[in-house]
């Protein structure tokens, strides 16, 4: 295969998104042993689990960049906003996203078929979380749903990345899904929503010119932080209200930390175009979160 079109696959697949999507994988699997689930569960079954993801989850990101590439022509990108822009960088079809995403997705309803059948490695309730993961993932972008050119993209993601993505790990490790662990997501998958509000504000111009319509193009800016803001504080009253039972003292000190680093994002918020304190808020609150399970499960930490 042409060595540009490699580059292109790799750059198209969004690597640095991928290593966050683990990164949120991991923080379910540790929650899940955080909260005495993990059994005889082994390093094989969370290994499957992430191979299965890492695929699907490319496959989304092939989708999201063949479905952007007029926006991405358009937009100046910034390190955490735009798309990759190597379709448009390399003057390659955007059919190669298309394809790349269709040869993905197999690959990870194939693994997730395997672990499945025969000795699972993966529970049905795993199983469904990853393949209602690639279905919406693909509506975020493509039709029927096109639900980031409808508004309903930044809620839709949120819900995936922040609150499914975890309760898969969570499942890949427990079997099943528990009411605990889903409220467990909330400042989570809260953050993730703050995220998106800012990382899509430097594209709205672009997203505009070409019919996307998401919160950005159509909310006015005192909206829009408005919604920031009570993001961030329902983050945080989440996290107090959640502590005891739902979130260890360890964990809850590890999510409220973190949110700190939307004060500033407040302030600078529809001022600035550069994205960074919600994104830097999102990855410390996905890494602290990890290892704050992680201490619980190992006994170093009380559990909840």
């Not at 063949?66 to 100046?76: G, I, K, M, P, S």
């Not at 699972?120 to 990853?130: C, I, N, Q």
């Not at 070409?210 to 919160?215: I, N, W």
């Not at 803001?229 to 989440?238: D, K, N, P, S």
């Amino acid at each position: 295969m042409d060595r540009r079109v490699l580059v292109a696959l790799w750059r198209l697949s969004r690597p640095s998104q991928l290593a966050l999507i683990a990164l949120v994988y991991a923080f379910g699997v540790a929650m899940a042993y955080g909260r005495g689930h993990g059994g005889a569960t082994g390093a094989l079954r969370v290994g499957f689990g992430l191979a299965a993801l890492l695929p699907v989850a490319a496959s989304v990101h092939y989708a999201n960049e063949y479905a952007d590439v007029e926006t991405d022509a358009l937009t100046d990108r910034t390190p955490f906003s735009g798309g990759s822009g190597a379709l448009v960088d390399t003057g390659l079809p955007r059919g190669l996203a298309l394809r790349a995403g269709v040869v993905a997705g197999g690959l990870g309803l194939a693994l997730v078929a395997f672990g499945v059948a025969g000795d699972p490695v993966l529970s049905p309730t795993a199983a469904a979380l990853l393949a209602g993961i690639l279905v919406l993932g693909w509506q975020y972008s493509v039709g029927p749903l096109r639900l980031a050119w409808n508004g309903l993209g930044a809620p839709t993601n949120a819900l995936l990345g922040g609150v499914a993505l975890p309760l898969y790990g969570f499942a890949v490790v427990a079997g099943a899904v528990t009411f605990p662990a889903a409220l467990a997501t909330l400042p989570f998958g809260v953050v993730v929503f703050v995220n998106l509000l800012e990382t899509t504000w430097p594209d709205r111009r672009a997203d505009a010119a070409v019919g996307k319509r998401t919160l950005a193009t159509r909310w006015s800016p005192r909206n829009l932080r408005a919604a920031y803001g009570v993001g961030g504080a329902v983050a945080a009253v989440a996290a107090v209200a959640l502590a005891g039972r739902v979130l260890p003292p360890v964990v809850t000190g590890a999510t409220l930390l973190p949110l700190i680093g939307l004060v500033p994002g407040y302030r600078r918020f529809t001022r600035r175009d550069e994205p960074l304190p919600a994104v830097a808020t999102m990855v410390a609150l996905a890494a602290a979160t990890t290892v704050a399970w992680a201490l619980v499960a190992g006994g170093i930490a009380p559990g909840a």
